[in-house]
């Protein structure tokens, strides 16, 4: 079985639109919060201008409104590896019944080299790391 990092969420004021639900745009929003704690507990980087990789793709499928007073969790783990290229899967779902899912999401990922402006293949230790994450299929 493969390995999940998990976040909890708040829904802001802010994030709540005039129909009384968090926006559509929002949740690009809660995945990149997800990606943030994936690399801090998986590679120990906080700090942004460290994150090795940049996104190519990202998309969601809404399941359920979610509200302000709703307490949300994230799920992210890896997808498919390529030479330069991996993805996330998201699964955003409520803390206290994980049947209630509000969305899920995949992006792909690509090893970026920020000195030279370039993509890089994906280095072996970075490889180890992401292993007991990867799952090929949406939960």
């Not at 802001?12 to 801090?40: I, Q, S």
């Not at 998201?90 to 990922?109: F, H, N, P, T, W």
């Amino acid at each position: 079985m493969h390995r999940k990092v998990t976040s909890d969420l708040t829904v802001r004021f802010r994030d709540v639109d005039a129909m009384n639900h968090v926006n559509n745009a929002v949740f690009f929003t809660y995945f990149e919060e997800g990606r943030g704690a994936f690399l801090k507990e998986v590679f120990g980087i906080v700090d942004p201008p460290e994150y090795p990789f940049i996104l190519a793709h990202v998309s969601c499928d809404y399941m359920r409104p979610l509200k302000l007073d709703d307490r949300p969790r994230i799920e992210i783990w890896v997808g498919e590896v390529g030479q330069k290229k991996f993805s996330f899967f998201y699964r955003i779902l409520d803390r206290q019944d994980e049947a209630k899912i509000y969305a899920r999401g995949k992006s792909v990922m690509v090893l970026f080299d920020y000195e030279r402006n370039k993509t890089v293949p994906i280095p072996v230790h970075f490889l180890e790391k992401l292993s007991p994450y990867r799952e090929d299929k949406e939960a």
